[in-house]
């Protein structure tokens, strides 16, 4: 069980944030097909209690580290719906300034480390984080999350092994939705329950059901606290789902409408609303202001996106190196 309660603005709070994750992302697929959003687009419909759960045992000061389906998470970490969706339509105002697009979401501020387009790339980053974080003397931790493809980069083995040895403050989180692109993961391995993996290195791991943002809380809070006291590393396999195909271009037909059907019974959104009735947390009049409030949200920030200029040329040869003087830059 969690050591962070569980209360009633726990709820609430986790409701909201997935309604706006779920929102921005439909509003984004929306905009793909009319072709305002260019170049890949990774939606994150049906994983967001896997975000959810984890923010609300997190603080400000800890980091953040993903791959390129990265738009809730950033979302989730503080960046405003207004700089993610003018990232996606590559503006001057967007979270990266229009230079990163979809797959490359950053925020030093909110200490979100990026989503990063190399499968696996950002395991060791995550781990050099936490590494930062243990030799400046800080009690905070970096989360890194991956899709169950990335498990089968050597980088992967590489990471686990020294964040073990060095006892780092990092959550290695494993968002195991079924399908690395569209190859199922009993395609790939004769063992199918990632989380054994990290058993090879003696580091703590568990599966967890990523639809159920309860108990992501809980076992989040527990690596949370392990990476605080000292003791390490966790090693996390939130066995999770996305309703859409890899990315926009992704029809989807290596699975059957009868899964997918399965996996939207158990809609983290429905259930936690159910939960929040359920208890007694808000009646249908605070569902109704909440879903108004997180339309205009989504609307405003397409709004936002759509006025917003373009990054100007000469902003081509900025944010490549820390030293702004740096003798190959030339235009």
């Keep these: ?54 923010m609300s045992v997190l603080r400000p ?12 998470h950033a979302i989730a970490k ?58 400046n003397g800080t009690d905070n931790v970096c989360v890194c999350y991956m899709g169950d493809g990335a498990v089968r980069q050597g980088a992967f083995n590489e990471a686990l092994n020294m964040a073990m040895l060095w006892k780092l403050p990092v959550i290695f989180v494993c968002e195991n939705n079924g399908y690395a692109m569209g190859t199922s993961v009993a395609r790939t391995t004769n063992m199918i329950d990632i989380y054994k993996m990290a058993l090879g290195f003696d580091m703590p791991s568990a599966p967890v059901d990523g639809m159920d943002v309860v108990a992501v809380h809980n076992a989040m809070d527990e690596a949370v606290q392990r990476a605080r006291s000292g003791d390490g590393p966790t090693f996390l396999e939130m066995r999770t789902y996305r309703y859409k195909g890899h990315s926009m271009s992704d029809p989807a037909k290596y699975r059957t409408k009868e899964e997918l059907e399965e996996y939207k019974g158990r809609d983290p959104l429905v259930v936690t609303k159910a939960a929040i009735v359920d208890k007694k947390y808000a009646n249908d009049e605070w569902f109704a202001q909440v879903d108004a409030e997180i339309k205009k949200t989504v609307d405003e920030s ?4 759509e006025e917003s200029p373009y990054p100007e040329p000469e902003e081509l040869y900025k944010d490549v190196y820390v030293q702004g003087d740096y003798p190959y830059i030339m235009d």
């Excluded at 706006?20 to 209690?49: D, N, S, T, V």
């Excluded at 300034?97 to 909110?110: A, I, L, P, Q, T």
């Excluded at 397409?302 to 996106?305: K, S, Y």
Aim: aromatic share 12%.
């Design 1 to 54: 069980m969690s050591s962070t309660p569980i209360k009633k603005e726990t709820y609430l709070e986790w409701y909201k944030s997935m309604l706006l994750m779920r929102k921005f992302e439909e509003k984004a697929g929306q905009l793909y097909g009319q072709q305002k959003i260019r170049g890949f687009c990774h939606l994150y419909i049906g994983q967001e209690a896997v975000v959810a759960g984890a």
């Design 61 to 72: 000061e800890d980091s953040m580290i993903t791959a390129y389906r990265d738009h809730a």
């Design 78 to 135: 503080g960046i405003s719906a207004n700089a993610a969706m003018a990232e996606l339509f590559g503006k001057a105002t967007g979270c990266s300034k229009g230079k990163g697009g979809s797959m490359h979401f950053f925020s030093k501020e909110h200490k979100f480390m990026g989503g990063h387009g190399i499968v696996g790339g950002q395991i060791p980053l995550g781990a050099g984080i936490a590494f930062a974080e243990k030799y």
């Design 302 to 305: 397409v709004t936002f996106a």
